[in-house]
């Protein structure tokens, strides 16, 4: 180390009165302060951990002073709060989100590097709170960020997952999964607050009564009951005093300690209501392949919802003295079907914690409620088998059947003739078992639906959901996705930020639209060679993880060609794979043939109860075993899978982009957010008319997209008209080739059964039409191939993508929210800086 760090007592420089000062020197001073006093350690004897954890509290400190205010200020003027309830929060690595939104990202650098310390190193120290498993999470991360950049009050309300999505590791080809130990360090970003805990009931039985003014009421008696703790993480705005809350919710045991069991012998016994309770918040989605796992998702799902509830009450009640006005204070947006049951415990508590009679509770609950639909596959549409329904929630059963007899009485007065869409509208599937469809609670108890792309929230109302708009047209809103550019280009992006700015200023961190004057130097051939620069620089950073992580030495000049996102068949890693495949054979019928240089790039993660979205990997990493080793090729192709996918490593992966590949089944993907990330990062899109890649094409220009593959109606009529995929196998000569390869066993060496389930599904279903898409693919993948090789080309077609992507901000999106459906507005947070030795502790008695 070049400089010691000092703890404050012994510091010998001149340092500002407040503590958490801005200033190099007072940053020392609070890294090493933190170091000694937080972490215990002298330099000599800390770890890397250490030292982050150090730095970590430093940047905390000066965000408490924003959080605190923002708080007092929404308090005082009573102002209405967006409460944004999801099952994910995929947030990323705090530390280096913190530093720019508070501007003090150089100052930080200057203040580690004077310490004899790395700070990019120090970065690389935090984990990634694996709080989701897709974009369902990144999604709510960037909102989150958004609202507290545009001043708008508001919480994130989910789970605080002791282990969440596994991390994935890679043993001969399968993934496996390990424990994701985010915590085991602790975290440094969270405050606990047990002084705001609630309790949460489960299971027992439900009994009827009178209550003193002769109103029929219910009492749910739990049989056992859990303890939710709320964890606060500050989430701060750029370039605003605006600090918001993540309130994640740990499930405590009522009774920690049975001593009686303790004391006649009964160990396990002593402590085993502890462990029953807490393990609702142990891990993200627990596998549902059993009864035992399907419980526990809907104590997961209620529990959360509960305590986020109990809270908003809480909060509403400390300023007003009834609930009447509920929906002019909260607006909370369901994020997907998970936080449904908000729908019917809101309900609960309206009726039987306040007793307020049905129609005011009912009127309060739909105000109030906000539901985003992000599936258009009804087989995704979450639902719950009554039989466990009646038993952990009697009372909401109870409710969730009066809802639904009062709504459908209304639809039997507007149909009267129409029993089959009575059927399909009702909360409870009918069948061999009854099940609640949580989308249709859903549905049923907000005043605002909204689909996440154009094309989704039109399927919407043609199919999904088609018969809620036929009754209710006017609760259907479109709120294209979008992401933040602070973390998605500011962050991961580094140089070409500065490139940016360099020529228009840092407006455009804010306005994305700003960003359409860089079209003005496209012409320039030294802006030109600038960009080219950036993006091969890029390129040779995850060339060097690459080699590190996976041994694997990849050409920086080869075009980088990516898939990374969850792996389901619907998203269709396969058919890229298709493509590979069809390229080695080309490369082995004549070895000496042209080909432009690519390195597939695949990343994401399998459920771990999904066989074929596991067996997909397989084949990635079978292909890239023969591929990257076999001698004809001479490293024209390279195959790599990079484990453990998630939003630090994506920070890595879209800035060194090439091509984006977003090629769903049309009509499947209902937005995409990493299409985004690429387009924004200037990567190509290859993709099919589906999600958000049509919207991205109207903005990037037709002539800067790579467009195949059927629309979603001729999906439709295709399967309507009977899909053969044998016959596209039968007449088309190279995909015959690729099939017969993989069915030989060429790639698991010699193992004719290992792909089998996967090719079976190919040649007799082929649910996701590989087979009817696979020569549009191909055609454009050679034209691709064409295009990369023209350099000055790709490079405007690169600019144009990146500069055009305004309408997928964040920003964008939650405005729409805000106007269109919370009906919420900015808030501006006025901060004095925060003076220590002024500070007075006043304490009424």
Same mark, same amino acid.
């Given at each position: 180390?070049?400089?010691?760090?000092?703890?404050? !007592?012994?510091?010998?420089?001149?340092?500002?009165?407040?503590?958490?000062?801005?200033?190099?020197?007072?940053?020392?001073?609070?890294? %090493?302060?933190?170091?000694?006093?937080?972490? /215990?350690?002298?330099?000599?004897?800390?770890? %890397? +951990?250490?030292?982050?954890?150090?730095?970590?509290?430093?940047?905390?400190?000066?965000?408490? !002073?924003?959080?605190?205010?923002?708080?007092?200020?929404?308090?005082?003027?009573?102002?209405?709060?967006?409460?944004?309830?999801?099952?994910?929060?995929?947030?990323?690595?705090?530390?280096?989100?913190?530093?720019?939104?508070?501007?003090?990202?150089?100052?930080?650098?200057?203040?580690?590097?004077?310490?004899?310390?790395?700070?990019?190193?120090?970065?690389?120290?935090?984990?990634?709170?694996?709080?989701?498993?897709?974009?369902?999470?990144?999604?709510?991360?960037?909102?989150?960020?958004?609202?507290?950049?545009?001043?708008?009050?508001?919480?994130?309300?989910?789970?605080?997952?002791?282990?969440?999505?596994?991390?994935?590791?890679?043993?001969?080809?399968?993934?496996?999964?390990?424990?994701?130990?985010?915590?085991?360090?602790?975290?440094?970003?969270?405050?606990?607050?047990?002084?705001?805990?609630?309790?949460?009931?489960?299971?027992?039985?439900?009994?009827?009564?009178?209550?003193?003014?002769?109103?029929?009421?219910?009492?749910?008696?739990?049989?056992?009951?859990?303890?939710?703790?709320?964890?606060?993480?500050?989430?701060?705005?750029?370039?605003? !005093? $605006?600090?918001?809350?993540?309130?994640?919710?740990?499930?405590?045991?009522?009774?920690?300690?049975?001593?009686?069991?303790?004391?006649?012998?009964?160990?396990?016994?002593?402590?085993?209501?502890?462990?029953?309770?807490?393990?609702?918040?142990?891990?993200?989605?627990?596998?549902?392949?059993?009864?035992?796992? #399907?419980?526990?998702?809907?104590?997961?799902?209620?529990?959360?919802?509960?305590?986020?509830?109990?809270?908003?009450?809480?909060?509403?009640?400390?300023?007003?003295?009834?609930?009447?006005?509920?929906?002019?204070? *909260?607006?909370?947006?369901?994020? +997907?079907?998970?936080?449904?049951?908000?729908? *019917?415990?809101?309900?609960?508590?309206?009726?039987?914690?306040?007793?307020?009679?049905?129609?005011?509770?009912?009127?309060?609950?739909?105000?109030?409620?906000?539901?985003?639909?992000?599936?258009?596959?009804?087989?995704?549409?979450?639902?719950?088998?009554?039989?466990?329904?009646?038993?952990?929630?009697?009372?909401?059963?109870?409710?969730?059947?009066?809802?639904?007899?009062?709504?459908?009485?209304?639809?039997?007065?507007?149909?009267?003739?129409?029993?089959?869409?009575?059927?399909?509208?009702?909360?409870?599937?009918? /069948?061999?078992?009854?099940?609640?469809?949580?989308?249709?609670? %859903?549905?049923?108890?907000?005043?605002?639906?909204?689909?996440?792309?154009?094309?989704?929230?039109?399927?919407?109302?043609?199919d999904t959901l088609r018969d809620f708009y036929k009754i209710w047209p006017e609760k259907f809103f479109n709120k294209t996705n979008g992401v933040?550019?602070?973390?998605?280009?500011?962050?991961?992006?580094?140089?070409?930020?500065?490139?940016?700015?360099?020529?228009?200023?840092?407006?455009?961190?804010?306005?994305?639209?700003?960003?359409?004057?860089?079209?003005?130097?496209?012409?320039?051939?030294?802006?030109?060679?600038?960009?080219?620069?950036?993006?091969?620089?890029?390129?040779? &950073?995850?060339?060097?993880?690459?080699?590190?992580?996976?041994?694997?030495?990849?050409?920086?000049?080869?075009?980088?060609?990516?898939?990374?996102?969850?792996?389901?068949?619907?998203?269709?890693?396969?058919?890229?794979?298709?493509?590979?495949?069809?390229?080695?054979?080309?490369?082995?019928?004549?070895?000496?043939?042209?080909? $432009?240089?690519?390195?597939?790039?695949?990343?994401?993660k399998a459920a771990p109860g999904y066989f074929m979205a596991k067996l997909m990997i397989k084949l990635i990493n079978a292909v890239a075993e023969v591929l990257n080793n076999?001698?004809?090729?001479?490293?024209?192709?390279?195959?790599?899978?990079?484990?453990?996918?998630?939003?630090?490593?994506?920070? &890595?992966?879209?800035?060194?982009? +090439?091509?984006?590949?977003?090629?769903?089944?049309?009509?499947?993907?209902?937005?995409?957010?990493?299409?985004?990330?690429?387009? @924004?990062?200037?990567? @190509?899109?290859?993709?099919?008319?589906?999600?958000?890649?049509?919207?991205?094409?109207?903005?990037?220009?037709?002539?800067?997209?790579?467009?195949?593959?059927?629309?979603?109606?001729?999906?439709?009529?295709?399967?309507?008209?009977?899909?053969?995929?044998?016959?596209?196998?039968?007449?088309?000569?190279?995909? #015959?080739?690729?099939?017969?390869?993989?069915?030989?066993?060429?790639?698991?060496?010699? +193992?004719?059964?290992?792909?089998?389930?996967?090719?079976?599904?190919? @040649?007799?279903?082929?649910?996701?039409?590989?087979?009817?898409?696979?020569?549009?693919?191909?055609?454009?993948?050679?034209?691709?191939?064409?295009?990369?090789?023209?350099?000055?080309?790709?490079?405007?077609?690169?600019?144009?993508? *990146?500069?055009?992507?305004? #309408?997928?901000?964040?920003?964008?999106?939650? &405005?729409?929210?805000?106007?269109?459906?919370?009906?919420?507005?900015?808030?501006?947070?006025?901060?004095?800086?925060?003076?220590?030795?002024?500070?007075?502790?006043?304490? $009424?008695?």
């Amino acid at each position: 180390m070049t400089q010691s760090l000092i703890p404050a !007592n012994e510091c010998p420089i001149q340092i500002e009165d407040d503590r958490t000062g801005m200033s190099v020197d007072t940053l020392k001073r609070a890294f %090493a302060d933190n170091l000694f006093y937080l972490q /215990g350690k002298y330099e000599s004897f800390a770890t %890397a +951990d250490d030292f982050y954890m150090a730095l970590a509290y430093t940047l905390r400190d000066r965000l408490l !002073n924003r959080w605190l205010k923002t708080f007092k200020t929404y308090v005082e003027n009573d102002v209405k709060v967006v409460y944004y309830l999801s099952a994910e929060f995929l947030m990323g690595r705090h530390l280096g989100n913190s530093l720019i939104n508070l501007h003090i990202y150089e100052k930080i650098r200057q203040a580690v590097e004077e310490s004899g310390l790395n700070l990019d190193e120090l970065l690389e120290r935090e984990p990634d709170p694996g709080l989701g498993n897709g974009g369902l999470g990144r999604l709510a991360a960037c909102f989150l960020d958004s609202l507290a950049t545009l001043e708008i009050p508001a919480v994130g309300c989910g789970l605080r997952y002791e282990f969440g999505i596994f991390y994935q590791t890679i043993q001969d080809g399968w993934q496996a999964e390990v424990p994701d130990k985010w915590l085991r360090f602790g975290n440094p970003w969270e405050i606990a607050r047990a002084d705001q805990a609630v309790e949460v009931k489960f299971g027992g039985h439900t009994e009827m009564y009178h209550d003193d003014k002769g109103h029929y009421r219910v009492l749910w008696i739990p049989s056992t009951t859990a303890i939710g703790i709320p964890y606060d993480t500050p989430v701060p705005g750029y370039d605003t !005093n $605006t600090v918001n809350p993540l309130r994640l919710w740990r499930a405590e045991a009522s009774d920690d300690f049975n001593f009686d069991a303790f004391n006649s012998g009964n160990y396990d016994g002593a402590v085993a209501e502890k462990i029953r309770s807490e393990t609702i918040s142990k891990v993200l989605y627990p596998n549902d392949n059993t009864p035992q796992g #399907k419980q526990l998702r809907l104590e997961q799902q209620f529990f959360f919802v509960s305590c986020t509830l109990q809270d908003i009450l809480r909060t509403h009640l400390m300023r007003h003295k009834n609930l009447h006005n509920l929906n002019e204070t *909260a607006a909370i947006q369901l994020n +997907d079907t998970h936080p449904a049951v908000a729908i *019917a415990e809101m309900m609960r508590l309206l009726l039987d914690e306040h007793s307020m009679d049905w129609d005011d509770a009912w009127r309060i609950t739909q105000n109030t409620f906000a539901y985003t639909n992000h599936t258009l596959m009804p087989e995704a549409l979450e639902k719950w088998s009554v039989q466990l329904f009646s038993y952990l929630l009697p009372r909401h059963l109870e409710i969730i059947y009066e809802i639904n007899r009062r709504f459908l009485e209304d639809v039997r007065l507007w149909y009267p003739d129409d029993e089959e869409m009575l059927a399909r509208l009702s909360l409870i599937q009918e /069948g061999p078992e009854q099940y609640v469809r949580m989308a249709n609670l %859903a549905c049923v108890g907000s005043h605002a639906i909204n689909g996440v792309a154009a094309l989704h929230t039109e399927l919407l109302k043609q199919d999904t959901l088609r018969d809620f708009y036929k009754i209710w047209p006017e609760k259907f809103f479109n709120k294209t996705n979008g992401v933040t550019p602070r973390r998605w280009i500011l962050l991961s992006n580094p140089k070409l930020s500065e490139l940016y700015t360099s020529k228009i200023g840092n407006g455009w961190l804010k306005d994305l639209e700003q960003l359409r004057k860089i079209e003005d130097f496209i012409e320039d051939p030294g802006f030109c060679e600038q960009w080219d620069q950036i993006k091969l620089e890029n390129k040779r &950073k995850l060339a060097d993880y690459i080699w590190k992580h996976n041994g694997i030495g990849v050409d920086p000049n080869s075009m980088f060609d990516v898939q990374v996102k969850r792996i389901h068949e619907y998203k269709r890693q396969h058919l890229c794979v298709l493509h590979i495949i069809t390229l080695y054979n080309r490369i082995k019928q004549n070895p000496n043939i042209e080909v $432009t240089p690519r390195t597939f790039i695949f990343g994401g993660k399998a459920a771990p109860g999904y066989f074929m979205a596991k067996l997909m990997i397989k084949l990635i990493n079978a292909v890239a075993e023969v591929l990257n080793n076999d001698p004809d090729v001479r490293g024209r192709l390279k195959v790599v899978f990079l484990a453990n996918f998630n939003a630090s490593l994506g920070q &890595k992966i879209y800035p060194a982009a +090439d091509l984006s590949e977003q090629i769903s089944t049309a009509g499947k993907e209902a937005s995409g957010t990493g299409n985004m990330k690429f387009a @924004m990062n200037g990567a @190509m899109t290859i993709g099919t008319l589906d999600g958000a890649n049509i919207e991205i094409r109207e903005e990037a220009g037709e002539e800067n997209f790579f467009l195949f593959g059927l629309t979603a109606d001729e999906v439709y009529k295709t399967k309507a008209a009977g899909y053969n995929p044998w016959e596209y196998y039968s007449k088309n000569a190279e995909l #015959k080739g690729v099939i017969d390869r993989l069915t030989s066993g060429y790639f698991s060496h010699g +193992d004719k059964e290992l792909f089998k389930p996967m090719t079976d599904s190919f @040649m007799h279903h082929d649910p996701y039409m590989l087979f009817a898409d696979y020569q549009s693919y191909i055609e454009c993948q050679d034209k691709v191939s064409k295009a990369f090789q023209d350099r000055s080309g790709w490079i405007r077609m690169s600019i144009k993508n *990146a500069t055009r992507m305004a #309408k997928f901000s964040s920003d964008r999106t939650i &405005k729409e929210y805000c106007e269109q459906i919370w009906n919420v507005k900015p808030v501006p947070i006025q901060v004095e800086e925060y003076n220590q030795d002024a500070a007075v502790l006043n304490v $009424t008695k």
